[in-house]
């Protein structure tokens, strides 16, 4: 009984959440709907230009958005202003334009994009934007019970919705150097990707105590605040964002390829807190931060104060950046997700064509229970294979991986990717295993609001079996995504 009653609390606090969530929402369409147009917005390379009349029923310019994206002529515009290096990636068909940062938008990058249900609401016309994605997949797998440490298709041979995502957002405009500006961004994700941006005490009890395959997660609540007076430009983000290093990221659209790499698959999701990102000037950029840690809310009693440090360096030719990260850096004490984690990030351009990105982390976390001891680890947190007869000890983990690509046109890229991880005492995937793991994987995007992205992938568990829930050596998973936008 008292079970039931607690499940009752938590259904009732996420129908009250999600029902305010869609009110705050339909209140911004009203905004967004009474805005005029501020003469700052542009549609993205290949994105039909917002011609269609107003006099039409918002789904006839909804579908007629869609309609001229793919079988109309792409629309061509003059380049907006930039204030920066220029980008040195198409974007489609790559996720990006820019070699990636965290924290923070592009400083210096205009918004461009038009989005298909901005078009049908108001002409996308307005800085507040709303939009999102739809992202079913299917994956085929030798493993019949789980594809566990894969991610984000660990359901072995399912057809199932990954991502459910809305997004309402505005930007702050940091092109120019005038005014203070100021921006936010709100998410609501449902799908079986929640278990990936789960935060304890955000809704945390659909995975860590029901776990569910499906939920909800409000993964991303921030406020920007772009301040054009310290060097080249600052902005100050506060709330809940993306863990901050790293070139994969938990939306999927985001990511070249649609499964993860073993490195994405258990560091850090998000964090709470407050981090500045400073512009140099067009080369380097520097970001300090303070966070209550990695995917816990502040109202937790695993939150602690973590410091966050990033430099970034890019080149003047653009065909480089390195970028380096400390970040929730605390005593490192057992706690839920208490990662200290050191991250590098190489990115490199060789042609107009062809790049790659390389990114290298070591993690550790201190005092975890010994498996199998006399101390329970925390719920959702994995006990560590400790040296006989310590009921404690530093479970360390060391990972690299590589992204190759190569654009083909405007609409089509390839992408081959070369993972290895050593979770030396098995805290992280639950075996104590080096892993390699080998995809290569095909986008084709049609026009620019649906894409598909097939992959073959394989991998390996070198000192133990860890797939397939400990019964196999080897995965070899054949799956696929398909995005489509709105």
Known sequence: MPFLFGQRITDAVFNTFFFLLVCFVLLLCVQSLA??????????????????TEAKGFFVRWAEFYHQDWWGTPASSPAPARRGLPSPLDSPPFPNS?????????????????????????????????YGWVDPTLNFSNSSHSNAPEANDVYSNRFELNQFVLYAEQLPDSVQRDHIDWGYHLTALFGTDYRYTTGKGYLSGQLLNDHRQYGFDPTLEYVDVYIPQVAQGMNLRLGRFISVPGIEAQLAPNNYIFSHSLLYAIDPFTDTGLIATVKLNDQWLVQLGITVGHDVAPWTPDAKPSGTACLSYTTKSVNDNFYVCANGINNGKYAYNNLQQYDATWYHKFSKTVHMATESWYMYERDVPALGGDIQPETGANAAYCPSGEQRCTAPEYAIVNFLQKELSVHNFLSFRSDFLDDKKGQRTGYATRYSENTIMWCHWIGSTVQLRPELRFERAWDQKAYDNGREHNQVTVASDLIFHF
């Not at 923070?104 to 709303?130: C, H």
Request: hydrophobic share 25%; net charge neutral; no cysteine.
């Open 98 to 130: 820019d070699w990636s940062y965290g924290g923070s938008p592009v400083i210096g990058e205009p918004d461009t994009n038009s989005y298909p249900l901005m078009t049908a609401i108001n002409q996308a016309r307005s800085r507040t934007k709303i």
């Open 35 to 52: 805005q005029q147009a501020d003469g700052r917005t542009s549609p993205i390379p290949d994105a039909p230009k917002s011609s269609i």
